[in-house]
Each structure stands twice: as structure tokens, then as C-alpha cells.
């Protein structure tokens, strides 16, 4: 027996009701959508220290450039489908077309075919509906149902049906008929890839009723469901022949931590969300939602010296109720929260609702990634590097505007200073040095602005391939860009830049380089330009 739950990616309210529901259903065998090649890591979900927001960080090792991350938080229902998997110690497999494939894909052309497998059925809009509206329809299939209800934004109707109201197991099967009804437009067509990601996943099923699995829960994409649902109306040997001939790539695959930054829509992550932070709030505890994040706003307000009172509190609770009754919606959501208090609290200006925007709508939480779990030789080094250095407490914190003054005369912060550099020569910039800092006449001090970044995992395993730590990597990585420099000026640089970094190694090779260039320079302007350095 096979049981779809049509999810939406990162949707708290997708979360609680798939929970709900898998404890109704009780399945012997779990397949989430997600990336095969990662399957091993699956069991890591149950350490108590791998704290989302984290991310599966699938890659070729031999060809950078092809990563793929696929990010979780506490609310997503993938999440939570593992862990409840792993609570009951049932199988548990993602599904998806693998990265090897994907990678293999990435640079032949894809066209956009209809689906040979999928019913053909004319679908007539009705009259009222314009060819403007009826053109955005096709681009985006849901946007017929939140036209019909509405909407005009398929995403917020999504949103106001399905995550912000508590909704019965059985919403699945109403969106999984939904889903059936829309995908049998005929005027749709999905891409080739869509296809073989459907077909594979169908595959997976397969593999798992050979299995003798007798109750398979299916958590997959609400859009993917009808292509999963009836096995019997897809032919195997059309889905074989959509995946023949595929040469895989060999990848490797790791968690790393992730952003509630990164995770919102802005960060350009496709499945990404508006409102991480306000999301949290509706999975966590529901009731007196709004009551809460109207009391964060206020004590942020009072941390910068802004007015926030209790009254504050109130009228602005009154003002998001007032509008989702206005606008029929069973809870007010992050719009009605929002204009709510750029008239109650910011008085109508828009300045204020900055500071809201970063901490109560998309919020400041970073996850962590604790150090049993597999890492490359690099990484593991560069933990310790921070721990030793006591810089951990900056890394496990997002603080865009944290500056920290390092006193070189102190062993722990030169050491500090010296991984800050070393990172900076690999090309992973968690430090920016401020203008100000002053090593001379007896003040030896640093200033520097850190802020560490997701997308750094992955520079992590490039300079991976200089050396097993961070020392010998920035030593090698420094040697190899001397080799190719042929004029004074960035050769100084360089020379700069490995005595801050404390690369003894280095420095001897260029040393000698530099005296040797400056002997043959005859260009009076760059010896003039490396002078200062010198």
C-alpha cells in the first residue's frame, strides 16, 4: 500500500499535519524527496547537536563548481518525517533523481516536452477569467485555484489554506486530488528533467514494493503527488527508457550548517520562505501566535531605545486581527503582522521595519553541525583552529554588524588573527579587517567584522585540495599564486599577507622571489608602488 503526502517545502503547518498523519498510518518504509546520495547521513538527524537550520551539501569532488545544497529547519516536513522515522526505527530513503545523475544532466540542453505517461484532458477556464490571467496560470498551475479563491498570489493562498490552519490527515488526499485535477491540463508541459526526477521516484517505489514493504509513506513536493500515486499508469519501460544511458558522476555529500538568512526567498534559494523566523512561531505553539510576536517586536524596540509599551502591544494585536477578518482569513499572517506594526509601532514610517525585517520575520538563527559527523580533513582542523583560537561563539553566531579588537600581545587573539588572515588567503573572508587597526607605537591591536556565511562550506572543501589544515593549505595555496606573479607590487602583497598570516613556511621561497624580482625591475613606479609594503 502507497500513501502520498503532497508537501510544501519548509511549511510549518505541511509539517504538523504530516506528522499527525504518519502516526495515523503507521508505515513500515519512509521516502522523502531528496537526494540519494545523502542517505547515509540521514541517521545524523537523530544527534541531539545537529541543530537546524542545516543542509545536505551534495558535491563532485572533482569538479567544484557542482554542489548542491538542500536545506532543512525544525519546521520543515521532511525534517520532521525523518525524525519521526528514526523515533520508530523504520526505513527511511530519499527518493529524488541523484546528484550524480543531476550533475551528469547539468550541461546537456533541456527541452520542454509533454509528459508521454500523463493523461491529456482539455481543460477549459472559465469564461470570466482574462487571457492575461489565463497566460499567468500556465506559468504557475496553482495560480488557477488562488485566482478562483481570490488571490492573486498562488504562494499566499498556499499559505493561508494549508500552513497557517490546523488542517486533519486527510488534507492530503484533498491535495492530492487538487494536484490530479491540475496536472491533467493539457496545455502544461514539464521539462525533461522534471520528468526523469518523477520517473526515478516512481522507481524508488518500485524497488521498495519489491521489498515486500507492505505500508509506504511517499512525502514528496504537493505538485509531484499524482505522478506517484497510480504506478499503474506509468509504464516501466517508458521510465527506464526516460533514465537510460545517464553516466553518473561519483559525489560526496556532508551537513553544514545553514541560515534562516539563506533559507528566505531572498537569498535566491528557489524553495526558500519570506518569513523563516515567523514560521518557527506557527510550528513551535500556535496559539496567541500574534499575541508573542508583537511582545518581540516591542522588547526589540525597547533594545534600541525605540517606544514599545504594552499599549503598543495591544492596539497592534487589534489592528492584525482586525485586517485577516476584514480579508477572511482564519489567522492574520506575516503581511497583516507587518502592516500592523509599521502603523502602530513605526508610526507608518518604513525605516523602523528593518530591524523587524532581519530579526521577527526572517531572523538571525544559524544552525550547527557537531564535529562527529563525517567532515573532510580541512574542516575538521579549521573547527579546532576556531576553538583553540575561542573564537567558536562568533561562529555559531549571525551577527552582521559584530566587530571584534583582537590584542596581538595576547596569545589566544594573535592566534585569532593569524586563522582570520590564513582563511582570507584561502578565499573564505569570515574576517574583514576594519581601517583603524593600529600596530605601531606600542598599540598592537586588530579590529575586525566577522560574518560566516553558509555558502563558505563549500570554498571549505576547494581549498581542501591545498592541504589537510589550514596552515598548510594557505601555505601551499600562497606559493603556487607567487609562482605566477611576474610584477612587484602583488608580490609585496603576498609578502604582506603571509607574515600576518604567520607562514614561515612561505615566506624563505618569497622572500628570495622578491629579492630577485626587484633586482631585474627597471620600472621605477612598481618598485615605487612596493615600497610602502616593504
Not at 526589540?300 to 494585536?317: K, M, P, Q, T, Y
Not at 485586517?323 to 503582522?337: H, K, M, W, Y
Not at 581601517?435 to 555558502?455: C, D, H, T, V
Not at 581542501?464 to 611576474?486: D, P
Request: contains cysteine.
Amino acid at each position: 500500500m502507497i500513501k502520498i503526502f503532497g508537501i510544501r517545502h519548509h511549511g510549518p503547518g505541511s509539517a504538523k499535519s504530516l506528522v499527525n498523519a504518519l502516526r495515523e498510518y503507521e508505515p513500515d518504509c519512509l521516502l522523502i524527496e531528496g537526494p540519494p546520495d545523502a542517505d547515509k547521513l540521514i541517521e545524523h538527524v537523530a544527534n541531539e547537536k545537529l541543530t537546524p537550520p542545516v543542509a545536505l551539501l551534495v558535491y563532485n569532488p572533482k569538479e567544484l563548481t557542482q554542489a548542491a545544497y538542500f536545506p532543512f529547519a525544525h519546521f520543515s516536513p521532511e525534517w520532521q518525517a525523518i525524525q519521526y522515522g528514526l523515533k520508530k526505527e523504520i526505513e527511511i530513503r530519499f527518493m529524488d533523481l541523484p546528484q550524480s545523475i543531476h550533475f551528469a544532466l547539468d550541461k546537456i540542453p533541456e527541452p520542454t516536452v509533454a509528459d508521454p505517461n500523463q493523461q491529456q484532458l482539455n481543460f477549459e477556464p472559465e469564461p470570466k477569467i482574462s487571457k492575461e490571467e489565463n497566460d499567468k496560470t500556465r506559468l504557475d498551475p496553482m495560480g488557477m485555484m488562488a485566482f478562483l479563491a481570490g488571490y492573486e498570489d498562488s504562494e499566499r493562498w498556499w499559505e493561508v489554506t494549508f500552513e497557517h490552519s490546523d488542517n486533519e490527515s486527510d488534507v492530503f488526499d484533498s491535495i492530492l486530488e487538487m494536484m490530479t485535477a491540475l496536472r491533467e491540463d493539457a496545455e502544461h508541459r514539464e521539462t525533461r528533467r522534471s520528468l526523469q526526477r518523477e520517473a526515478f521516484m516512481r522507481e524508488s517505489i518500485r524497488k521498495a514494493q519489491k521489498e515486500k514493504k507492505e505500508k509506504i509513506a511517499v512525502v514528496c513536493g504537493a505538485w509531484h503527488g499524482p505522478a506517484l500515486a497510480d504506478l499503474k499508469k506509468f509504464p516501466i519501460k517508458n521510465d527506464k527508457a526516460l533514465l537510460k544511458g545517464i553516466k553518473k558522476i561519483k559525489t560526496q555529500s556532508t551537513w553544514v550548517p545553514w541560515t534562516y538568512e539563506r533559507l528566505s526567498t531572498m537569498s535566491g534559494y528557489g524553495a526558500g520562505v519570506i518569513s523563516p523566523a515567523w514560521y518557527e512561531m506557527l510550528f513551535s505553539k500556535r496559539k496567541n501566535v500574534v499575541v508573542r510576536w508583537m511582545s518581540k517586536v516591542a522588547r526589540l524596540f525597547r533594545g534600541e531605545d525605540l517606544d514599545g509599551s504594552s499599549a503598543h502591544i495591544i492596539e497592534a494585536v487589534r489592528l492584525a486581527e482586525t485586517l485577516a477578518s476584514l480579508r477572511l482569513l482564519p489567522l492574520p499572517g506575516i503581511q497583516e503582522l507587518r502592516e500592523s506594526a509599521v502603523s502602530i509601532f513605526c508610526s507608518g514610517y518604513e525605516s523602523p521595519m528593518e530591524l523587524i525585517e532581519k530579526k521577527l520575520i526572517i531572523g538571525d538563527k544559524m544552525g550547527k553541525v557537531p564535529e562527529e559527523i563525517p567532515m573532510i580533513p580541512l574542516q575538521a582542523d579549521l573547527m579546532k583552529q576556531i576553538k583553540s583560537a575561542y573564537l567558536k561563539k562568533d561562529f555559531d553566531v549571525i551577527e552582521p554588524d559584530k566587530t571584534k579588537e583582537l590584542d596581538l600581545r595576547k596569545p589566544t587573539q594573535l592566534r585569532a588573527s593569524q586563522l582570520l588572515h590564513r582563511l582570507n588567503i584561502l578565499n573564505i573572508p569570515w574576517g574583514e579587517r576594519r581601517k583603524g587597526s593600529r600596530l605601531a607605537q606600542g598599540a598592537f591591536k586588530e579590529n575586525w567584522k566577522l560574518k560566516w556565511k553558509p555558502g563558505f562550506a563549500i570554498r571549505i572543501i576547494e581549498a581542501g585540495m591545498w592541504g589537510n589544515t589550514v596552515e598548510n593549505a594557505a601555505t601551499n595555496f600562497i606559493q603556487k599564486k607567487a609562482s605566477e606573479i611576474q610584477t612587484l607590487p602583488p608580490l609585496t602583497a603576498l609578502v604582506r599577507d603571509a607574515l600576518n598570516a604567520n607562514l614561515n613556511t612561505a615566506i624563505p621561497q618569497l622572500v628570495h622571489q622578491l629579492r630577485d624580482l626587484a633586482a631585474l625591475t627597471r620600472d621605477v613606479t612598481h618598485l615605487m608602488e612596493a615600497l610602502p609594503a616593504l
